[in-house]
């Protein structure tokens, strides 16, 4: 298993999301840009759903690298309160269960969860007794 | 000062037109408009052309004869039809020009549009993951404001009836049969709450408008549209926009965020002198059904929420109190992006000249408003007054 892409979370248990810090600002962004003007910033794992959509269909390669299955997936924006709004998956919850304001926590899951050494991907899902 | 006006108008049908490149639309509009206007094409002093994906628009003087005239290329995402007329606009208001074209025309594969990462300085991971699709980010933007000011699936439904609808009677449109609420709630979803009636798609087209400075329309003896406010505008911070891997958190959260609509919108007003509720019919950015919905707000025609009302009550429609989309908008005419811009305008010219036909905004409508917003968060707004 390894990440998509470099720096987007640690390899800690569990993971944590690394945003980057404007030095100037203090605004905090995600993906952390590669620029000497930010700084990395490690990212509550506990947030609330901010809005969402469901994507329905599969998005076209390039630049999708998932598999040729498809299955509607949850395209999440969460709000990690004081921080970043940041965009990822839902998971382990049905379509219809998907509530603006849930509580959600960071679990990057496969984007191919058919292949052995398929990349991890950012994603959250519900947090606690609402799950 | 004295105003711009608009002399001339030409359309080539919107839709699919196999066999006929996006530049040779173009031309057809071009020369309606030259036709309109009642010039040749050695009288137009300069020309300002819009494109996104259907070759150089300066090309097509080949085909319009080599006058040696002017003509700029402009590409600026879903505004580059409203920036080639706000320059064309500036050309003669600077009085270095009495009269020019305004040209958009586009030609876009079938399907979703395909953007690529690289080419909005994102990392390829954000693509790879899925999220290089436009589709969600309309979506999840309606989905926070249905949530934040009770606004129904229903109204949803409502406005793209009526983009069909009025589709149906404007020769132009490429939807022309109407689609009943009920066929258009339950269609397949493309991306919720969206089915597939509520985006529009990309397509084909050309729009071309004569611009001429006052003086020089009394001489053509056309009808004076005053083309009184151009403004073209990007996005303030905290804006949510297209493509947006992430979003800053705000203190207050519990309204809509700002936009480039909201900057565009206002400016434009303050130009022409007038305010929203002096506005006669309107044609707002509708890519997907909720845009229309949001555009209502953030042009300053209605109250957050006051939609759900408005569209029960058929205000929207083309005899109601604002009129909004009276040629079916991109819903019915689909998005060919350097075209739609300028479409909007069209429309309203024809409207003010009270040649709408069946479509035709009752009571001789006085001034008219157009509204385009595009990725990654520009906005360009027109006023017309007759």
Redesign the interface.
Known sequence: MHA??DG?FTDETPPRLI?GRDRATG?????CPDSADYEAVLLSSDGTL????????R??T?????PEAFAP?V?A?V?????????A?LVDVA?EDVR?GMPVRFKPVP?DPGAADS?V??AYAPAGDTA | MSDVCIVGIGIHPFGRTDGMSGVEQGVIAVRQALADAGIGWPQVQFAYGSSDAAGNPDTMIDRLGLTGVQFINVRNGCAAGGSALFSAQMAIKSGEFDIGLAVGFDKHPR??F?A??SEYNL???????????T??FF???I??YM?LFGISRETLGRVAEKAFRNGSRAPHAWRRQPVSIEEILEA??????YSKYMFCSPGEGGVALILASEKKARELGKPLIRLKAATMRTRPPHSFEVF??????VED?SGPRPTASQIASADAFRLAGIGPGDIAVAQLQDTEAGAEIMHMAENGFCANGDQEQWLAEGRTEIDGALPVNTDGGCLACGEPIGASGLRQVYENAVQLRGDGGDRQVPGNPKTAYSHVYGAPGVSAVTILER
């Open positions: 998509i892409a987007l945003g605004r905090i962004v995600f993906p901010w809005s969402y959509t469901v994507q329905r269909f998005p076209k390039p630049p999708y690298a998932g997936w395209v924006y709000e990690l309160p004081g921080q970043v709004i940041v965009e998956r379509l603006i984007l990349a991907i950012p | 399907g979703a395909n690529l990462p990392p390829d991971w954000y693509g790879e993951v899925g999220q290089m699709v589709t969600q979506a999840a933007k989905m926070r949530h397949p979803m493309i991306s919720d709450p947006a891997p992430s979003v800053d958190v959260d």
